[in-house]
Each structure stands twice: as structure tokens, then as C-alpha cells.
């Protein structure tokens, strides 16, 4: 049983889809997912598979005690009508409610991190509550799957032993869309939920900068919605930018991404950002914020440029770019290579499938032991 917070666009989504696709053939699957609407794009794409879609509207971000209860309450009853041999949560509150859950049935729990709320860039509060949740529901996890070493590092400080910490990489499924770096005039997109820790702010500062610097306007495509988009459209009129498209939501993103030239990932931190593997996938030339994450993705210079969150160093780097449409081919081409050398889905599935075998023998081990 896959459980995840919330069924909208997303990185952990696509992966819940990737090794849903991928694994078909050896496992049987059903997927829990929380929000207030019984559809969702990730319910809808996993539909399409033949996979059973059960929705929690109880689950949400809120890891109120009222809230949680409600969501373990809902989860219990889908465990006990479905009978899993294995929870499998992907995000923090859906990891909070099935490992409770897992813990009261005695179901396995297996919960993939996407990025550690604790993280130091993260908000004070924010890391303070995050520490506090994870330390206390370690114990209870069978097994945490970290996607970066990064997120390892951090999971080495809670109250798990290490060897049922593993990293497994995100991945993405191919397509056949490809971009065309060198095409001019060049396109800008950027691919995310329009709230923290992503920075379209940023970009679109950095927009500003760069018309006035070319003497024209770039065109850009933020694809994503949040709740910020407001906010992000008023910023838009304040900067007097014109060429900025918001799209919201949208179900062709390998076919969008190929429209454009140069692709940019702002955050204050992230996991294993899958919107970058999805842009190194297109072949894109790409932009992001020089953290942890993303140097297990990219290296500056060889296959994407890293620079600090600010505007004045985005705006150095698209200048480059908008310059020299060789860099952007050079540039695309490595991120294409090291995604087909290392982000494709066949290699994430098998871990993870070899992971639900040996939980699997682990637990029947136990029971015979009893």
C-alpha cells in the first residue's frame, strides 16, 4: 500500500507513479492519498494502471493531534479491509500517520524521505517541529529510503540504526521529447509548487535584471501551482515583466519543457529535486540553486550551472547563456548523458522492489520465530 500526503503535481508523486509503473509486473499495488478532493492527477495516472485508488481526505499537511487521529482512524480501516504485507509512505505527514498505523497493526512500515524538514536552511519552527516528529517515529519505521546522501547524513542523527537507512536516487520514466538548446530566441521554464522552500521570486527578479541588462525581455513558463501564485503574478505586474506565463497545474510537462531552452530550479533547500532529472532527461541546459541536493544531480560547469539565491547571480548565468547557444547545447547534452547513465527507473524499482523482498523475509522470519 502506497501512501502519500497529497495527489497534485509533484516530485514525490511522480515517483509513487514511476515505481508503480515499474513494478507492476511483480507487485500488487494499492495507493492511499490524502487531500480534500476524491480525484487527483497522481489518482487519475494511477487509475490508468489498474491500481486501486483509495482517498484520505483526513490526511493533510497539518500534523495537528486531531487532525493525525482522524488520518490514522481512515488509514486503519483501509489497512484492515486491504491487508497489505507492506505500508510504503512517501512525505512527512503521510509518513507520521502510516507509521502509527503500521505500528498498531503490525504492518511494515517503509517510508521514503523527499527531504527532511530539519534541514538548516530550513525555518527555526519548522525544524524544531520536523525534528520532534521524526526523532519520536524513527523506532517505528521498518526501513527509510533517503533519495539523496545527503538526506542519509541527515537521517544518521535520528534514533534509527544505520542499516535500515538506504539511498535510493529518484527516477524518472523517458519520453521521447527532446529540447533544442540552441533555439533562439531562448525560453525560460521553471517547474514547481509556488510556495517554500522554491524561490520564483528570484527568477522573476532576476527577469527584470536581465531585460534591462539585453534590453529585451526573456519569455519564461512557470509551471506549477501553490499557494503563492498570487503573490508571484503580483511581483510579475510590479516588475512590469510582460513575457512571464503562469500555467498552473499541467499533465504534459516532458512536452513543455521541450518548448524551451534553458530550465531553472530555485529553492532555499531541497532532496533530489525530480523536476531537474525531468529537465536533464529533455536535455535541457540547466540553471539551480547550489545546494546539497542538487550537487548530487549536477556539477557546476559539465552538465548545469549552480549559483547562490540571488538575483544578480542567476541573472550573471542566464546572460552567459542567452550569449553563447553553444554552452546551452554542451550543457544540455552532459545533463541528458548523466540522466540516462543514472536517473532511469529500471534501477530505482529494482532496489526497491529488492527492499519489499527482504522486509517481506524478514517479517515471515519473525512470525515463524514467534
Known sequence: MQVITKGES???????????????????FVAVI?????????????????????????????????????????????????RPAILHAHSAAAG???????RITNTPVIYTVH???????APLLQRLVAWLAESTLAPLTSHMICVSEHERQLATRLPIAPDRLTVITNAVADTPERAQPDHQPMR?????RLARPKRPDLLLQALALLRDRLGREVPASL??????????????????????????????????????????????????PVSIIEAMRSGLAIVASDLPGTRELLTHGT?????SNDPDSLVDALQSLAATPDLRVSLGKAARQRYEDRFTPAPMARAVGTLYGQIIH???????AR
Open 303 to 307: 552538465d548545469g550551472l549552480l549559483v
Open 188 to 192: 525560460i521554464v521553471m517547474v514547481a
Open 115 to 121: 527531504g527532511f524538514g530539519f534541514k538548516p536552511e
Open 223 to 272: 509551471i506549477g501551482d501553490g499557494p503563492d501564485l498570487a503573490a508571484y503574478r503580483a511581483l510579475t505586474q510590479q516588475l512590469g515583466l510582460k513575457e512571464v506565463t503562469f500555467t498552473g497545474d499541467v499533465s504534459d510537462v516532458s512536452h513543455r519543457l521541450a518548448m524551451h531552452e534553458v530550465f531553472i530550479l530555485l529553492s532555499d533547500h531541497e532532496g533530489l
Open 34 to 82: 490524502g487531500g480534500p478532493s476524491p480525484r487527483s492527477v497522481l489518482g487519475d495516472e494511477l487509475q490508468a494502471l489498474g491500481i486501486a485508488v483509495c482517498p484520505l481526505p483526513q490526511l493533510g499537511n497539518s500534523l495537528s493531534p486531531l487532525r493525525v487521529l482522524a488520518a490514522v482512524r481512515a488509514l486503519l480501516r483501509l489497512l484492515r479491509a486491504h
Open 10 to 28: 509533484g516530485g514525490a508523486q511522480t515517483q509513487v507513479l514511476a515505481l508503480c509503473q515499474a513494478l507492476a509486473p511483480r507487485v500488487r
Open 96 to 102: 507520521v500517520v502510516a507509521r502509527i498505523a503500521g
Open 362 to 368: 524478514h517479517e515471515s522470519a519473525r512470525d515463524l
